[in-house]
Each structure stands twice: as C-alpha cells, then as structure tokens.
Nanobody, 115 residues
Framework: QVQLVESGGGLVQAGGSLRLSCVAS????????MGWFRQAPGKERECVAR????????YYADSVKGRFTISRDNAKNTVYLQMNSLKPEDTAVYYC????????WGQGTQVTVSS
C-alpha cells in the first residue's frame, strides 16, 4: 500500500487557479501510473487526469481538458494538478491515487469554486 497525502485545495472564485500536490510518504510512486480523481456531493468519484510513470503521456477528462495539467516529480515522490479557469462545477474533494490498483484512498483535499 502506498500512502498518499493531498494538499493545496481551498476556496477560489470562478476563473481562478489552484495547484494541488500529492506526496507519497514512505513509498515510491516512480513506477506507477498516477491519477487525480474527484468526488462531488452526491456523485461518484471520477478520474480527471492520469499520467504515466515517466510523465510522457497524460489523459484528461473532457470536462477539464485545456484547463487542468497533471505533472509529476518522481525524485520528490510528488504528483501535481494545476487547475486553471476553475468553474463552480469543479467543486469537489480531490484525491490522487495509483491507477488500476486497490490502493487505499487518502483524505483528499477540498476544492470549492464560488460563482
């Protein structure tokens, strides 16, 4: 199990930006595809972005394409999500996790976008 700690969330006005960070404590994530996920109230958790172990390939959900950027620094065991042009519908708890495994979820970080 890889332990992951998310941070960087907060309250921002529509059109604003936030940068989320996800640090793996005690374990390395350099061999894994990593993803950022979000869960809004009353909705299922969805993947918004993924990045391969090398960072050479990324995937984005249509709802965030062109606004969000996922990146990673394997030397720091950290994955980032740069979120620009935020919309109220981006409001959710954001999580990172290893893609394609049953790794335990972290506590997430709350992102709230006001209109």
């Amino acid at each position: 199990q890889v332990q992951l700690v998310e941070s960087g969330g907060g309250l921002v006005q529509a059109g604003g930006s936030l940068r989320l960070s996800c640090v793996a404590s005690r374990d390395t994530i350099s061999n894994y595809m990593m993803g950022w996920f979000r869960q809004a109230p009353g909705k299922e958790r969805e993947c918004v972005a993924r990045i391969t172990w090398s960072g050479g390939s990324t995937y984005y959900a249509d709802s965030v394409k062109g606004r969000f950027t996922i990146s990673r620094d394997n030397a720091k065991n950290t994955v980032y999500l740069q979120m620009n042009s935020l919309k109220p519908e981006d409001t959710a708890v954001y999580y990172c996790n290893v893609v394609g495994t049953d790794n335990k979820w972290g506590q997430g970080t709350q992102v709230t976008v006001s209109s």
